[in-house]
C-alpha cells in the first residue's frame, strides 16, 4: 500500500521555525484534503491541521498547514521543547480507497 | 467530552484470533464515521480500516487481505475489529479514531490498545 513521503527528522532551536513536508500523488494529496497529526512521547496521535489548512480548536496558530498539487508542508513557529515529537501528514487515496499516512518525522528542539 | 476508549487487546498466539472493541461517548455515534489506525512498537500510523456511520461503507487497508473485520453497533456506541489468523506483524498499538465522514481527517483518538502476537 503506498504511503506518503515525510523526512525522518527535523530540529531546529528554541524559538525558530520550521517546516515538515509530506509527499504524495495525483490519488491521495492531490485531488483530497490533508491533515497533520501531533504524537508526543507514549501518548495517541491528536490532530492538528485538517483539510490542508485549518486547525481545530485549541490548537495554537504557532502551527500552519499548506498544499500544493501532491505536497503538502506542515509549519511550526516560534519552537517549544514541548513541541518534540513526531508529526504524521495523512490523506485519502482515491484510486486504493484507502487511507495513508507519512512515515512521520520527529521534531527535535534544540 | 469526547471520549473512545479500547479494549479487548492482549497476547494471542499466531493463527489465533482476538476481538477488539472501542467504547465511544460525548457525541452522537451514530453520526459519524468511525476508524482502526494501528502502530507497529516503534513505527508510524498505519491506517487499517473505516466504517461509515450507518455501516453503508466498509474499507480495509490491502495489506488485512479479507483477515479483518470492522463492524459498529450504533445502539451501544461501540465499534469492533474482529481479528483473525493473526500474524507476528499484526503486533501493535490499535487505535479508534472518528471521522466527520469517510476519506476525512481523525479528529478524536483512543489511548489504544496493544495487541501481541506471538508463541
Known amino acids: 500500500q503506498s504511503g506518503l513521503t515525510q523526512p525522518p527528522s527535523v530540529s531546529a532551536p528554541p524559538g525558530q521555525k520550521v517546516t515538515i513536508s509530506c509527499s504524495g500523488s495525483?490519488?491521495?494529496?492531490?485531488?483530497?484534503?490533508v491533515s497533520w497529526y501531533q504524537q508526543l512521547p507514549g501518548t495517541a496521535p491528536k490532530l492538528l491541521i485538517y483539510?490542508?489548512?485549518k486547525r481545530p480548536s485549541g490548537i495554537p496558530d504557532r502551527f500552519s498547514g499548506s498544499k500544493s498539487g501532491t505536497s503538502a508542508t506542515l509549519g511550526i513557529t516560534g519552537l517549544q521543547t514541548g513541541d518534540e515529537a513526531d508529526y504524521y501528514c495523512g490523506t485519502w487515496d482515491s484510486s486504493l480507497s484507502a487511507g495513508v499516512f507519512g512515515g512521520g518525522t520527529k521534531l527535535t528542539v534544540l | 467530552e469526547v471520549q473512545l476508549v479500547e479494549s479487548g487487546g492482549g497476547l494471542v498466539k499466531p493463527g489465533g484470533s482476538l476481538r477488539l472493541s472501542c467504547a465511544a461517548s460525548?457525541?452522537?455515534?451514530?453520526?459519524?464515521?468511525m476508524n482502526w489506525v494501528r502502530q507497529a512498537p516503534g513505527k508510524g500510523l498505519e491506517w487499517v480500516s473505516s466504517i461509515s456511520s450507518s455501516s453503508s461503507y466498509i474499507y480495509y487497508a490491502d495489506s488485512l487481505k479479507g483477515r479483518f473485520t470492522i463492524s459498529r453497533d450504533n445502539a451501544k456506541n461501540s465499534l469492533y475489529l474482529q481479528m483473525n489468523s493473526l500474524r507476528a506483524e499484526d503486533t501493535a498499538v490499535y487505535y479508534c479514531?472518528?471521522?466527520?465522514?469517510?476519506?476525512?481527517?481523525?479528529?478524536?483518538w483512543g489511548q489504544g490498545t496493544l495487541v501481541t502476537v506471538s508463541s
Open positions: 495525483s490519488s491521495n494529496i492531490g485531488n483530497n484534503y
Open positions: 479514531a472518528r471521522s466527520p465522514a469517510p476519506g476525512t481527517h481523525f479528529d478524536y
Open positions: 460525548g457525541f452522537t455515534f451514530s453520526s459519524y464515521t
Open positions: 483539510e490542508n489548512n
